[in-house]
């Protein structure tokens, strides 16, 4: 047995600083990428990919996605990371987000924001 051809190999990134507490939750809507900044759909309690002016509860970051989801055909689990050190330079913001504008909120739910030293 070969591990090369019968394995997909890990690449590793930069996203987690440490160890991160990492849960399963529901993506409603999109093609998300490890990184993604969620933010919880109050009327679904299912995650999208926050933005500043949603207006639907989704506006306030409180998870990062851990792994890549393709549900822009219907609702996927995922893996997300919900407490933790992350390192904002590998993050994937929506519309009206930045690291500035989203580290309140998720330091509010225990994920804290670290910058990239190397």
Do not use: W
Not at 62 to 91: H, Q, T
């Amino acid at each position: 047995m070969n591990y090369v051809e019968d394995h997909a190999l890990f690449t590793p990134d930069q996203l987690a600083d440490g160890e991160v507490k990492v849960i399963e939750a529901v993506i409603a809507a999109g093609t998300l990428v490890r990184g993604s900044v969620l933010g919880k759909v109050t009327a679904s309690g299912n995650y999208i990919l926050s933005a500043s002016a949603a207006g639907d509860g989704s506006e306030t970051p409180s998870l990062i996605l851990a792994e890549d989801v393709d549900a822009s055909s219907d609702p996927k689990r995922a893996a997300v990371i919900a407490g933790g050190c992350v390192n904002e330079d590998e993050l994937i913001f929506g519309t009206g987000h930045d690291a500035d504008s989203v580290r309140a909120a998720l330091r509010d739910v225990g994920i804290i924001l670290t910058k990239s030293v190397g």
